[in-house]
């Protein structure tokens, strides 16, 4: 059982480890664009708690969300949610 634990937690942190290198892309792209998150989440029709979680990577966006994002942001949604 300890062993299964431990595989899980390993996988836990990798997909940790690829949220956070998404939402320092994405936090990266609004500071470059200088739109403060409040005006983002306004212009994307969402919350800015919404927002503000995807950007501290505890919540995946949508894809319509990710489309959204680069679309307004002036970015491929690929340079801010592609894969390692």
């Known amino acids: 059982m300890a ?11 990798a997909d940790r480890r690829v949220a956070v290198r998404h939402n320092t892309t994405l936090k990266l792209a609004i500071v470059k664009h200088g739109i403060p998150q409040v005006r983002l989440a306004d212009r994307m029709g969402m919350s800015q708690f919404r927002l503000s979680r995807i950007v501290r990577g505890r919540i995946e966006p949508t894809d319509d969300e990710q489309d959204r994002l680069a679309e307004i942001l002036g970015v491929s949604r690929r340079s801010l949610f592609a894969a390692p």
């Open 3 to 13: 062993r299964r634990l431990a595989t899980t937690t390993t996988a836990a942190r």
